[in-house]
């Protein structure tokens, strides 16, 4: 049973414009929701995160939106980049100390 | 300051072997988690380690073990390696056990089992 799921496996976005990758998860446990970037042959890098008792978070041309009550979250990318061409995970945790549970990953592929 | 180091990077391995992975933290780093990403099931948390004590372990089989020594490297073990061990394993440390501190992950070493 996958608690995040992320259920396009692939996005495809035209440079300068947005990217909207989404996260859904099961878990009414989970507080804390993280985004990882990763490229091929790298491990995922840290890109932003948000806790429960927010709705929002901004970090530069990223942006993390989370609804609780749909169990959803949403990382925005503008204006999207090639550089920004990568795999993205969402990751879900139970409380500070927690494992992190992963969704499956979305392919986001910027055209120049 | 080095990051998280996983070594070796490739390894093939048959069926029925047993391989040992290592990971070296980023410095000051006490925590080392462990995660398996294959194609269909993703990134799949393995264990935790802090303070030389397994902290969590995910749902796998007890083929896989893992150690953390004095100095925070960790090794992992699988044994009696089967086909569907193949995939990219995965270290990540951090200061302490905690998401609001996010892992870095290392790059991973990249196992085939045949």
């Known amino acids: 049973d996958q608690q995040v799921k992320q259920n396009s496996p692939s996005l495809s976005v035209q440079e300068g414009r947005i990217s909207i990758l989404n996260c859904d998860y099961t878990?009414?446990?989970?507080?804390?929701f993280l985004w990882y970037k990763k490229y091929p042959a790298e491990g995922p890098t840290f890109l932003i995160s948000i806790s429960s008792i927010k709705d929002k978070n901004e970090d530069g041309r990223f942006t993390v939106f989370l609804n609780k009550s749909a169990k959803h979250l949403s990382l925005h990318i503008v204006p999207s980049q090639p550089g920004d061409s990568a795999v993205y995970f969402c990751?879900?945790?139970?409380?500070?100390?927690?494992?992190?549970?992963f969704g499956g990953g979305t392919r986001l592929m910027v055209k120049p | 300051k080095a990051g998280v180091t996983q070594t070796p990077r490739y390894l093939i391995k048959t069926r029925g072997q047993q391989v040992t992975l290592s990971c070296s933290p980023i410095?000051?780093?006490?925590?080392v988690s462990w995660y398996q990403q294959t194609p269909g099931q993703g990134l799949q948390f393995l264990f935790e380690?802090?303070?030389?004590?397994?902290?969590n372990k995910g749902n796998f089989p007890g083929r896989f073990s893992g150690r953390q020594f004095s100095n925070s490297r960790s090794e992992m073990n699988v044994s009696t390696l089967e086909l569907g061990d193949s995939a990219l394993y995965l270290c990540a440390s951090s200061l302490t056990p905690g998401t609001n501190y996010g892992y870095t992950f290392g790059s991973g070493t990249r196992l085939t089992v045949v």
């Open positions: 380690y802090f303070s030389e004590t397994q902290r």
């Open positions: 410095s000051g780093h006490r925590s």
């Open positions: 878990n009414s446990m989970f507080d804390y």
């Open positions: 990751a879900a945790s139970g409380n500070a100390g927690n494992m992190l549970t």
